[in-house]
């Protein structure tokens, strides 16, 4: 086993949050502040002397060991506490699996787009030019709606046919 020298101000940190915090690294001695700071714990760290702990550092077992002092050690759940927790985390994975059900898009029945809807199940299907008519859109504003909110949104199938000589007409399949 081989011993780790550490730096004063390491040995004085590791040794306070062993002491005084519960492993938790909130002190640093007065003349460690901004970039030595980081220095400081970025050296630490790379010799695995700590480890983060949330939005801070903790001692890891390395530097409990690098000053000769026990490690904590962890309390292990009872057979029947760990039954438990398996039981509640397969609880928890069963939701997780489960697909989400995606909620049907709704019009309402006075709307423009149930008009436009209406209009394109009638058996003689309906043109742009009467699309824009009856709603007061503009031609890209309707061929946008037939993509983006009927096809899209609400899965409608839109077919056209154009006849000879004729303008192209619309209809939901």
Not at 39 to 49: E, S
Not at 91 to 114: F, G, L, M, V
Not at 127 to 144: E, K, L, M
Request: charged share 25%.
């Amino acid at each position: 086993m081989t011993t780790v020298q550490l730096t004063p101000a390491q040995h004085a940190i590791l040794a306070y949050a062993i002491n005084h915090t519960a492993g938790k690294i909130d002190w640093f001695p007065d003349n460690i502040k901004g970039g030595a700071r980081k220095k400081v714990l970025d050296g630490m760290f790379n010799r695995a002397l700590i480890t983060p702990d949330g939005d801070g550092w903790c001692v890891a077992a390395e530097g409990y060991d690098a000053l000769g002092m026990k490690r904590p050690t962890i309390p292990q759940p009872t057979p029947e506490v760990d039954a438990e927790l398996e039981q509640a985390v397969a609880a928890a994975e069963a939701t997780w699996t489960q697909a989400p059900t995606k909620a049907k898009p709704r019009t309402r029945d006075n709307s423009k787009q149930a008009e436009v809807i209406r209009m394109l199940q009638r058996p003689e299907g309906a043109t742009i030019g009467q699309i824009c008519a009856a709603t007061g859109w503009q031609a890209h504003t309707v061929r946008g709606t037939f993509a983006g909110a009927f096809k899209k949104k609400l899965g409608l199938t839109i077919v056209s046919d154009k006849p000879q000589g004729g303008e192209r007409v619309y209809r939901i399949a």
